[in-house]
């Protein structure tokens, strides 16, 4: 299996709304990345989970809330999010850091209302 | 602040030409990676080059690396229709905390038939 499977692909949520967005691989990849992308814009990094512990948090607001239950997934808990946080919502995975090329899932594309 | 910047913002040649893109970035590497995004899709990692490498080929691809200049171009030879794409460069940085891979503003290309 090579691949990083995003779930769910489209979400909308209210304002008010909790929602998490899950991530996964098994490719025994030990780094996990959260990464917004708005459109006609580069990813921007937003959390680095190195095995299994957070390891670089780029001051994100804390309605952004990651998770790593174990070594294959990676969540983010979502709650009480503003309409500029629409954006593409990318995971990705690495063998070890950034020593290696990332694997991208193919992201999930959140609108909040 | 992203590390790496490219140029031209946006290319549009025919199919059989070759597509040239340029990367800069700001601080010390270890090692520079390109990655092609489709629209709307999540990015797939084409080519890393490290530090210490010159130039490197996959396919049709030609990647060099100027350390001096702190630079780097993606040349894609006998480009085709498929190619049509986002192609951004990205820098690795902070190895104390793990690393992490920062992208440039990104080349869209557009291959004409």
Redo the contacts between chains.
């Keep these: 299996d090579t691949e990083v499977t995003q779930t769910p692909k489209h979400l909308v949520m209210g304002m008010t709304n909790k929602k998490s967005l899950k991530c996964e691989q098994h490719m025994g990849h030990r780094a996990m990345y959260w990464y917004k992308q708005k459109a006609k814009k580069p990813p921007e990094l937003m959390f680095v989970y190195s095995y299994e512990k957070l390891s670089i948090n780029e001051s994100v607001p804390s309605r952004f809330s990651p998770e790593c239950p174990n070594s294959s997934l990676l969540n983010l808990h979502l709650h009480a999010l503003q309409p500029e946080d629409s954006a593409l919502y990318l995971c990705a995975s690495s063998q070890a850091g950034v020593l290696y090329g990332y694997t991208f899932g193919s992201g999930t594309r959140l609108t909040v209302v | 602040s992203?590390q790496g910047e490219e140029d031209p913002q946006a290319l549009s040649i025919q199919e059989g030409e070759n597509a040239t893109m340029n990367c800069s970035y700001k601080t010390s590497i270890?090692?520079l990676?390109w990655?092609r995004q489709n629209s709307?899709?999540?990015?797939?990692?084409l080519i890393?080059i490290r530090s210490n490498e010159r130039e490197k080929h996959s396919g049709r691809l030609r990647v060099t690396l100027d350390t001096s200049k702190k630079s780097s171009s993606l040349l894609i030879t006998a480009s085709r229709a498929a190619d049509t794409a986002s192609y951004?460069c990205a820098t690795?940085?902070?190895?104390n905390?793990?690393?992490?891979?920062?992208?440039?503003?990104?080349t869209e290309l557009s291959v004409k038939p």
């Design positions: 992203q270890n090692n990676q990655y709307g899709r999540g990015l797939v990692h890393l951004f690795d940085a902070d190895y905390q793990g690393g992490k891979l920062i992208f440039g503003q990104g």
